[in-house]
T-cell receptor, first 115, second 109 residues
Framework: SAVISQKPSRDICQRGTSLTIQCQVD?????MFWYRQQPGQSLTLIAT?????????ESGFVIDKFPISRPNLTFSTLTVSNMSPEDSSIYLC????????????FGPGTRLTVT | GQNIDQPTEMTATEGAIVQINCTYQ??????LFWYQQHAGEAPTFLSY??LDGLEEKGRFSSFLSRSKGYSYLLLKELQMKDSASYLC??????????WGAGTKLIIKP
């Protein structure tokens, strides 16, 4: 299994500002994902971070609002831009395992509060 | 559309057995996962089923019936530390993970 770290673990930000969340994996992985989990709800996939090309965004999420970088196979960043209180959520990085089951492993998450 | 249904919340007693059901309607099927998520923590992998039948792993077992679009997670000899949310997720025909809303399991002494 992969060990995943995220920074920051939590932050309180003002409306209109941006926050960049970092995700570091202890081994090279092909698939990296960014999820959002709002209080009491399940996971919503924001995008798949592709190494060497643009991220693939899910319906309802756009690059201008959630720019993603993936400079190599162990690191990715997600920026939440021009934040509003509706962006208050937990943001989770995950990686897809190699193997037939392809289970995902999750980072500890970043708890974001926008005031 | 794609849909996964799980009960919102369940309560069980320490030492007992509980079954958490998951029904799904997805475009294609390439497997079903169960994850455990303690409050304030990230989800952790519990089980994966792709063929019909029961997969046992210690106190936890997971069952799948593809024809019925149905799975359940069975937890035996419940412990207080099993209090958590349990998420069902299905891999669709595009190998995308479709997540259920999760079942919050409350264990009482």
């Amino acid at each position: 299994s992969a060990v995943i770290s995220q920074k920051p673990s939590r932050d309180i930000c003002q409306r209109g500002t941006s926050l960049t969340i970092q995700c570091q994996v202890d081994s090279q992985v092909t698939m990296m994902f960014w999820y959002r989990q709002q209080p009491g709800q399940s996971l919503t996939l924001i995008a798949t971070a592709n190494q060497g090309s643009e991220a693939t965004y899910e319906s309802g999420f756009v690059i201008d609002k959630f720019p993603i970088s993936r400079p190599n196979l162990t690191f990715s960043t997600l920026t939440v831009s021009n934040m509003s209180p509706e962006d208050s959520s937990i943001y989770l990085c995950s990686v897809g395992a190699q193997g037939p089951q392809n289970e995902q492993y999750f980072g500890p998450g970043t708890r974001l509060t926008v005031t | 559309g794609q849909n996964i249904d799980q009960p919102t919340e369940m309560t069980a007693t320490e030492g007992a057995i509980v079954q958490i059901n998951c029904t799904y309607q997805t475009s294609g099927f390439n497997g079903l996962f169960w994850y455990q998520q303690h409050a304030g923590e990230a989800p952790t992998f519990l089980s994966y089923n792709v063929l019909d039948g029961l997969e046992e792993k210690g106190r936890f077992s997971s069952f799948l019936s593809r024809s019925k679009g149905y799975s359940y997670l069975l937890l035996k000899e419940l412990q207080m530390k099993d209090s958590a949310s349990y998420l069902c997720a299905v891999v669709d025909s595009n190998y995308q993970l479709i997540w259920g809303a999760g079942t919050k399991l409350i264990i009482k002494p």
